[in-house]
């Protein structure tokens, strides 16, 4: 079946410019994740939606991000007046209540 | 929270010789173990995984081990080859992926 997808693949901006990236998770995973990854650097955790949860969003590392999964799917991840340091790979992953995490195949964001 | 430490940060083996990467994980809450490896440029994928009521798990060349009393668990690939070389995340989950933390990760080198 469709695993997760993500769009864009790639995205350039420059500083200063909001951002919007979307997560299409696998259909029927209720738990959704998005993960930073700096280059040569591990996942650093943003935000998980689980199902009709409030959504914990300890790992948001401004109020320049936001996220938002609508109709308990497809989820997209708001980047405000982006910085250069927003520039990373942009991971999401779903997963069924408590199981493995699949990883979709990133956005790659680069502020100028 | 949960807190999952992942040694060593990098290894390099021969190819052939088998490679041990290891795991702590902080609470004792957590019940489900998984091993990602991410080759370069590519996310993430599971590999094995384990829950806590297994104490060791093998497919093929590649084995896991868990210590619930030690918090402890270990990936071991024997035979090691080239395609081995990645990235390999550790991650412990309790609370059915609420708190979903990954290791650091651990770049193996195989060399030929």
């Known amino acids: 079946g469709a695993g997760v997808s993500q769009s864009p693949s790639n995205k350039v901006t420059e500083k200063g410019k909001d951002v919007e990236l979307r997560c299409d998770p696998i259909?029927?995973?209720?738990?959704l994740y998005w993960y930073r990854q700096s280059l040569g650097q591990g996942l650093e955790f943003l935000i998980y939606?689980?199902?009709?949860?409030?959504?914990?969003k300890s790992g948001l590392p401004s109020d320049r991000f936001s996220a938002e999964r609508t109709g308990g799917s497809v989820s997209t991840l708001t980047i405000q007046r982006t910085q250069q340091e927003d520039s990373a790979v942009y991971l999401c992953?779903?997963?069924?209540?408590?199981?493995?995490?699949?990883f979709g195949p990133g956005t790659r964001l680069t502020v100028l | 929270g949960e807190n999952v430490e992942q040694h060593p940060s990098t290894l390099s083996v021969q190819e052939g010789d088998s490679a041990v990467i290891k795991c702590t994980y902080s609470?004792?809450?957590?019940?489900?173990f998984p091993w990602y490896k991410q080759e370069l440029g590519k996310r993430p994928q599971l590999i094995i995984d384990?829950?806590?009521?297994?104490g060791e798990k093998k497919d093929q060349r590649i084995a896991v081990t868990l210590n619930k009393t030690a918090k402890h668990f270990s990936l071991h690939i024997t035979e090691t080859q080239p395609e081995d070389s990645a990235v390999y995340f550790c991650?412990?989950?309790?609370?059915?992926?609420?708190?979903?933390?990954f290791g650091p990760g651990t770049r193996l080198s195989v060399l030929p």
């Open positions: 992953a779903s997963s069924s209540w408590g199981d493995t995490q699949y």
């Open positions: 259909s029927g995973h209720t738990a």
């Open positions: 939606f689980q199902g009709n949860s409030a959504p914990d």
């Open positions: 609470d004792s809450a957590s019940n489900y």
């Open positions: 384990i829950r806590s009521n297994v």
């Open positions: 991650a412990a989950c309790y609370n059915y992926g609420q708190n979903f933390v």
